[in-house]
């Protein structure tokens, strides 16, 4: 039976778009569900400020009455402008194992791509840097995250069928989190603090880190600038951000390193992984999942490294040491004993320099695609 695409334009369209995967991935042990709420917000145009600078269309594909894949098409012309391309971003793609699926949902986004003035396209991406990004492509029988995709095994080779070459890999971590803090890693950290008039911020509540939480991601822009595809956060989408997770955070597993006049020089986020609780909740917050929720973020032995970064005039300089360090004796007072990082770019050798003083592995790699449009 022939494949048909139809575009979401209504909430109940929107709304098999986000729940599809659940159905896709029943009974997977390893996919994470997505908070359901939040891609609710991301993907609306009235509540995501990236549609300052972004547009986007959703289609899903069916055959006869059974849906059978979807599929976000992105132009991002800031990040477009930045780095001279006129690429469609492809996300939230999924699919049934057959090509003429994965085949119609990506013309449609190309033919889409083409009327906008595109000549080529990639991903899977979102509309920032803040939204999953890569298509797992190793690492199909490791559990998921709340911050990263999970796929089938089948997806990355639909891609190559469909003509795709590798534009950029990011790669994860898992490692033990030892149960005592190495005299050298303590005595280094101290040495770094001191040399460079360092401190800590000590915060005791999220609201102590709320003066700080902006400064991170203006911080963080400057840290990101040059990574694969990255565009500038705009002060709404950095408000949207502080007021969406600084609200829940545990503040002992965040660390953040401010040096003499109060600015920040390096940070590191990590909260307890969500996995469990989200698989149980299928997602969603109600009637049952906040609870699920609050009992991972209370006790867990599994800790999610979500973000870091340091500024640009401090690289090398130990910072990420330093707030590591920190958060490592958050761990070991709650008991963690396995930590998992957050993708990063697989050449970006400065942030991935502090695993190798770990015992752990790289057990994850996911892949953003890249194809150009013959003309």
């Known amino acids: 039976m022939e494949i048909s695409i139809k575009k979401v334009a209504t909430r109940k369209d929107l709304r098999k778009f986000i729940n599809y995967p659940n159905s896709l991935y029943k009974g997977n042990k390893f996919f994470c569900p997505p908070m359901l709420l939040d891609d609710k917000n991301t993907l609306s145009r009235t509540k995501n400020p990236a549609f300052d600078f972004c547009e986007a269309e959703y289609f899903l594909a069916y055959r006869g009455k059974d849906l059978v894949g979807r599929i976000a098409g ?10 001279k391309e006129k690429l469609v971003r492809f996300g939230w793609i999924d699919f049934i194992d057959d090509p003429q699926v994965s085949a119609k949902l990506i013309d449609t986004v190309i033919a889409w791509g083409k009327e906008k003035g595109m000549n080529g396209i990639h991903g899977p991406l979102g509309f920032s840097d803040m939204d999953n990004e890569g298509m797992l492509i190793k690492g199909f029988e490791e559990e998921a995250s709340l911050a990263s995709i999970y796929n089938y095994a089948y997806y990355p080779e639909h891609m190559v069928q469909l003509g795709f070459e590798k534009a950029a890999d990011w790669v ?3 490692f033990e989190v030892p149960q005592e803090i190495p005299d ?6 101290k040495l770094v603090q001191e040399k460079y008039k360092l401190r800590l911020v000590q915060a005791k509540k999220s609201k102590d880190l709320l003066p700080y939480a902006g400064k991170m991601f203006v911080m963080l822009n400057k840290a990101f600038d040059e990574l694969y595809g990255f565009t500038t956060l705009s002060q709404k989408q950095m408000d949207m951000y502080v007021k969406t997770y600084f609200s829940f955070i545990r503040p002992e597993y965040v660390s953040c390193v401010i040096d003499e006049q109060d600015e920040i020089v390096g940070f590191g986020i990590s909260m307890p992984s969500l996995t469990k609780a989200l698989q149980k909740s299928h997602g969603k917050l109600f009637p049952f999942g906040f609870i699920y929720l609050l009992r991972a973020m209370k006790k867990n032995d599994t800790i999610d490294m ?13 910072i990420n040491a330093l707030y590591y360090n920190e958060m490592h004796k958050a761990y070991i007072r709650n008991h963690i004993t396995r930590a998992v990082t957050m993708p990063q770019l697989e050449d970006n050798a400065k942030a991935l320099t502090i695993w190798k003083n770990f015992n752990g592995r790289q057990h994850i790699t996911r892949r953003c695609w890249i194809k150009h449009f013959e003309h």
């Open 74 to 83: 992105i132009i991002n012309h800031k990040a477009n402008e930045r780095w």
């Open 184 to 189: 050298k890693v303590d005595r280094v950290s």
């Open 306 to 318: 979500y973000l870091n970064a340091v500024r640009p005039d401090y690289h090398g300089k130990g």
């Open 172 to 174: 994860q971590y898992e």
